[in-house]
């Protein structure tokens, strides 16, 4: 299959390495003209994903028209802050890309100003394509070494054509699984990353083994309530999205989201930790988005709450602790 992919931060960047692996022709191309030059002569991604050589067959393209002309799929490797900008720029240029079908988002985290999903915006700006969403646990530079994981490629509609994407992406280092449950698998990528914020509040102060493991117990069963209250299906908050991206996000030493929660507990400011950074904080932003959202739904979510608390009306990380602790004692389940 031919991919297009759109983006070359540093999961854009993994993903060709990947599709590439996976014996799929691919082009990587980046939104600027002087980033697609210097891929093109250094093959890696010096910015965003240093160390890892992009196989010399790998394309590198910069005007989306021509990228798109010989593509079945693209991916939109964009933060979600961008994938409205980016669809348009697809939109502009889809005439003459007869064979492209499916459009694929990678980021994990809502529209600020509308609450829109990453699959609604695609739906809303290029409805002759199939919106799909790809999440997990897949941190950048374990995908492009090839170290093994899994993820979930979720679309609704035609069952084929989410069959041929699916084997399409596989590999041996990469298994897919499939699902047509695109909000539960939205809202688990969304909800993990503000979930990180708080794992690295617990690393941050030191709360130790015992407190990681009950906060992430507990901030699983605050994802499945609220994103089922949200319109998810609960075994989808079980399943790669959700429980595994958790998981991962929570404890990965890289994590952007679990080391800026840790970095607000040991003290550094807002503004200083986001201010100037190439790479996003998706679970800031996700915070303010689906703390709107469980408002609107009436579901109580405490965890999300104090990390709302923190991130936006200055809240300290150890009150936190003693707000979460101090509840009104209750049944687990
Ligand atoms: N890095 C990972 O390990 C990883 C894994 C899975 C999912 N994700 C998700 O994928 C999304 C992208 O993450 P990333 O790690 O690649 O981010 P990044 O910060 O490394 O790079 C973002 C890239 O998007 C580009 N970009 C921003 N706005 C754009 C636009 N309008 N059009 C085209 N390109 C645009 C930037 O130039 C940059 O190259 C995020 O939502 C993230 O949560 C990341
Ligand atoms: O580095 P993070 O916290 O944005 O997480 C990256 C991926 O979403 C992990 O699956």
Partial sequence: MNFAILGAGAWGTAMAIQLHRAGNRVTLAPRRMEHALALASERENRDYLPGYALPSDIQIGCEIAPVLMEADYVILACPSTGLRELCEKVRDALLGAEQLKMAIALCKGYER???????????????????????????????????????????????????????????????????????????????????????GLCDGLKLGDNAKAAYLT??????????????????????????????????????????????????????????????????????????????????DAPILGEIHRVCYSKGHPTEVVSNLMGRQLKAEH
């Avoid at 950048?140 to 989410?162: N, S």
């Avoid at 807002?270 to 609107?296: H, N, P």
């Fill in 113 to 199: 100003e509308t609450l829109r999903a990453p699959a609604e915006i695609v739906q809303d700006l290029l409805p002759e394509l199939t919106a799909a969403v790809l999440s997990g646990p897949t941190f950048a530079g374990e995908v492009a070494a090839g170290k093994p994981t899994a993820i979930v490629l979720a679309a609704e509609g035609d069952a084929d054509q989410l069959l041929e994407a699916q084997h399409a992406i596989s590999s041996e280092s990469l298994r897919v699984y499939r699902s047509n449950d695109l909000h539960g698998v939205e809202l688990g990528g969304s909800l993990k990353n503000v979930y990180a914020i708080g794992a």
């Fill in 218 to 299: 507990r901030a699983l069963a605050e994802m499945v309530r609220l994103g089922a209250a949200l319109g998810g299906k609960p075994e989808t908050f079980y399943g790669l999205s959700g429980f595994g991206d958790l998981i991962a996000t929570c404890n990965g030493e890289w994590s952007r989201n679990r080391t800026f929660g840790e970095a607000l507990a040991k003290g550094q400011g807002i503004d200083e930790l986001l201010s100037g950074r190439k790479t996003v904080v998706e679970g800031y932003w996700a915070a303010q988005c689906v703390q709107d959202m469980a408002k609107k739904v009436g579901v």
